[in-house]
């Protein structure tokens, strides 16, 4: 904790060699996440630079509530979004759940699904619609509701639900082939 | 609101919740360049980012001082006042006459030294020594020449080889330097001259401001030299998509003269400013209809119609807003420029050069301001800065056409339009800008020690 402090104040005194040290620490996770948002790693890699610049340009309105990890992870969430919001284009998808598609909903919450590689499935997120994987995300694993990503996204909460099923869908269609295929095969 | 699980959400968590991928060695390289640029960290370079201008200040100062006030030639009567004429007098291939003194009280011996002009003894053919107080061969063909004299009636008057010289340059190769020549002169008279009272302009002994008559002596005919140009450069940039902006440079050079051709290089400082975007997307609860809300009612029982206690109650829903907001961002860059010339014309004293060269540009820092739209009533306010970054170094080739004017023999202004055209476009590639090039006036002086 006391490594942690000294950190942060070597970075908010500007010091480079803080800096690198928080960067070292926190770059290889981050860009885990972004790499969960961006269609590739280069955008992932953009997005970490400037979440990075943020972080150190707002590293004095930090003020220890929450770890710093979790502040870091929301500076770069909101980067990533800012990133996605410009090319994101809800309207051209379809709003609404159909019937069928609901019932396929529900019925494939019982399938079970052989492990899969990190990178695999990283692959398989980037492959994704944009507004797909934004949803999914958020949904997943920032755990916002439905109504929080529609404010975020500033879409309608159905949007948001009508992605995320898509999302699933497409992702659960290319588990069961690759299951069949073998994952590594097609990827 | 439930959350609806799947089991595809628990292979995402458990697959990917701990993710996590080195980024390459770049990242932080750029990382650390984009620090430095925005301020966000010290670097080295931040620490002694004030050496460029104290240097700068270092540098132009005392040159400034030094060319403008302390500076006169050595080889000057000012500074050397005993001068020293060997017995021979030397003339050029057609030496003006030279007058007798009407009034001889005035001829003292000269004592002009040789060296003191700048000259050697066997660099003219030599004419019959004039002595003291003895009417000159030469008086009756006294015609527009001035001597110099001098306090010492000691010896004659020997040589005038440098005053020979000098008349002929400044009538002839430098006609403009004659004005200035004739402001200062020294107090010396030569034995077996004398003053011309009236000729023309020519109305004191003309060789007299030696500071510049004597280095035009030693430049003329020089094929190899060293000058230096110092320059403020405003110019505008033209971006194909975008609106031109501004920018204004200084910069210092040395330049290499090789006959008429020229080759200069040395570093300057640009400021450009440009404009930056923000797309600002929000919403707002804005009042869109009303209704009459119905408290309660009661009926007339004489009609048997309701009344209806209403209250009005407005309607409101969120509206999509859209604004941007335009700020002015600051970049500054050092740069390296490197030419090549040649003088293609001369009149008198002004003379046309065309130039041609490269810049090499390193962006050193940069102001983005933030945007700083309020809106207290906002909802889901969403600020995207739509400014296109500018890449970290550039090369650019440049043209121009410089008008040199002669102030003195040493000091020339230069007036330069000049055009730069970069190799890349002066932002990144993703925001896809166009064709760039940049329009400016390179104004300057150059001069020489």
């Given at each position: 904790?006391?490594?942690?402090?000294?950190?942060?104040?070597?970075?908010?005194?500007?010091?480079?060699?803080?800096?690198?040290?928080?960067?070292?620490?926190?770059?290889?996770?981050?860009?885990?996440?972004?790499?969960?948002?961006?269609?590739?790693?280069?955008?992932?890699?953009?997005?970490?630079?400037?979440?990075?610049?943020?972080?150190?340009?707002?590293?004095?309105?930090?003020?220890?509530?929450g770890s710093l990890g979790s502040?870091?992870?929301?500076?770069?969430?909101?980067?990533?979004?800012?990133?996605?919001?410009?090319?994101?284009?809800?309207?051209?998808?379809?709003?609404?759940?159909?019937?069928?598609?609901?019932?396929?909903?529900?019925?494939?919450?019982?399938?079970?699904?052989?492990?899969?590689?990190?990178?695999?499935?990283?692959?398989?997120?980037?492959?994704?619609?944009?507004?797909?994987?934004?949803?999914?995300?958020?949904?997943?694993?920032?755990?916002?509701?439905?109504?929080?990503?529609?404010?975020?996204?500033?879409?309608?909460?159905?949007?948001?639900?009508?992605?995320?099923?898509?999302?699933?869908?497409?992702?659960?269609?290319?588990?069961?082939?690759?299951?069949?295929?073998?994952?590594?095969t097609i990827l | 609101m439930n959350r609806a699980k799947d089991r595809i959400d628990d292979l995402l968590k458990s697959t990917?919740?701990?993710?996590?991928?080195?980024?390459?060695?770049?990242?932080?390289?750029?990382?650390?360049?984009?620090?430095?640029?925005?301020?966000?960290?010290?670097?080295?370079?931040?620490?002694?980012?004030?050496?460029?201008?104290?240097?700068?200040?270092?540098?132009m100062i005392p040159l400034a001082l030094f060319y403008f006030t302390g500076k006169e030639n050595p080889k000057?009567?000012?500074?050397?006042?005993?001068?020293?004429?060997?017995?021979?007098?030397?003339?050029s291939a057609n030496p003006p006459a030279v007058k007798n003194p009407e009034n001889n009280s005035r001829h003292e011996t000269a004592s002009i030294k040789q060296a003191t002009y700048g000259l050697k003894q066997n660099d003219y053919p030599e004419i019959p020594a004039v002595k003291k107080d003895q009417p000159s061969s030469m008086t009756q063909e006294?015609?527009?020449?001035?001597?110099?004299?001098?306090?010492?009636?000691?010896?004659?008057?020997?040589?005038?080889?440098?005053?020979?010289?000098?008349?002929?340059?400044?009538?002839?190769?430098?006609?403009?330097?004659?004005?200035?020549?004739?402001?200062?002169?020294?107090?010396?008279?030569?034995?077996?001259?004398?003053?011309?009272?009236?000729?023309?302009?020519?109305?004191?002994?003309?060789?007299?401001?030696?500071?510049?008559?004597?280095?035009?002596?030693?430049?003329?005919?020089?094929?190899?030299?060293?000058?230096?140009?110092?320059?403020?450069?405003?110019?505008?940039?033209?971006?194909?998509?975008?609106?031109a902006t501004f920018g204004f440079a200084a910069e210092l050079t040395g330049v290499r003269t090789l006959d008429v051709f020229s080759i200069e290089a040395g570093f300057g400082i640009n400021r450009t400013y440009d404009q930056g975007r923000f797309k600002i997307d929000y919403e707002q609860y804005d009042s869109i209809a009303y209704y009459y809300k119905v408290n309660s009612f009661t009926v007339d029982e004489a009609t048997g119609k309701p009344n209806f206690n209403t209250t009005i109650e407005t309607v409101f829903d969120s509206v999509d807003y859209f604004a941007s907001e335009a700020t002015k961002n600051t970049y500054t860059y050092l740069y390296f420029p490197l030419h090549v010339g040649a003088e293609i014309s001369r009149f008198q004293r002004i003379s046309l050069h065309a130039n041609a060269g490269i810049y090499y540009s390193v962006l050193i820092s940069k102001n983005e301001p933030p945007s700083e739209f309020r809106n207290d009533r906002a909802l889901n306010m969403t600020i995207v800065n739509e400014s296109p970054s500018r890449i970290a170094s550039q090369v650019m080739i440049a043209g121009s056409l410089g008008l040199h004017f002669a102030i003195r023999t040493n000091l020339f202004l230069n007036i330069e339009p000049l055009v730069k055209y970069p190799i890349k476009p002066m932002y990144e590639k993703r925001y896809n800008p166009g064709k760039t090039w940049s329009a400016g006036l390179r104004t300057g002086l150059y001069f020489k020690f």
């Open positions: 904790m006391t490594v942690e402090k000294n950190i942060i104040e070597g970075c908010i005194a500007g010091k480079r060699k803080a800096q690198h040290q928080l960067y070292n620490q926190y770059s290889a996770a981050m860009l885990g996440v972004c790499l969960r948002y961006c269609r590739n790693l280069e955008d992932a890699e953009d997005v970490v630079q400037e979440g990075f610049i943020k972080v150190f340009v707002s590293i004095k309105s930090y003020r220890g509530e502040w870091i992870k929301r500076i770069m969430i909101n980067t990533a979004l800012t990133h996605i919001k410009k090319n994101l284009n809800f309207k051209l998808m379809s709003d609404e759940l159909t019937e069928v598609e609901e019932k396929v909903e529900t019925a494939s919450e019982e399938v079970e699904y052989q492990p899969v590689s990190p990178e695999v499935l990283i692959r398989l997120i980037q492959e994704m619609p944009e507004g797909y994987r934004t949803v999914l995300n958020l949904y997943v694993f920032e755990e916002f509701s439905h109504k929080e990503i529609a404010g975020i996204l500033s879409i309608s909460e159905n949007t948001s639900k009508t992605q995320l099923f898509k999302a699933r869908q497409f992702l659960r269609n290319r588990l069961e082939n690759a299951g069949k295929k073998s994952l590594k | 990917l919740s701990d993710y996590r991928k080195e980024p390459g060695a770049g990242l932080w390289k750029n990382l650390s360049r984009e620090l430095r640029l925005s301020g966000a960290g010290k670097s080295a370079l931040r620490n002694f980012k004030w050496i460029i201008p104290v240097v700068d200040f270092m540098i000057t009567f000012h500074d050397n006042p005993t001068m020293e004429l060997p017995a021979s007098v030397h003339y006294a015609g527009s020449a001035i001597l110099p004299s001098t306090k010492d009636q000691s010896s004659g008057f020997t040589s005038v080889t440098g005053y020979f010289r000098n008349l002929y340059l400044t009538g002839g190769y430098f006609p403009f330097l004659i004005k200035g020549a004739l402001q200062k002169q020294p107090e010396v008279n030569i034995p077996g001259t004398s003053f011309i009272p009236d000729i023309g302009l020519r109305q004191q002994p003309l060789w007299l401001n030696n500071s510049m008559v004597y280095p035009a002596i030693e430049d003329y005919g020089k094929k190899e030299d060293w000058i230096y140009g110092i320059h403020l450069i405003p110019d505008l940039i033209f971006t194909g998509n975008r609106q």
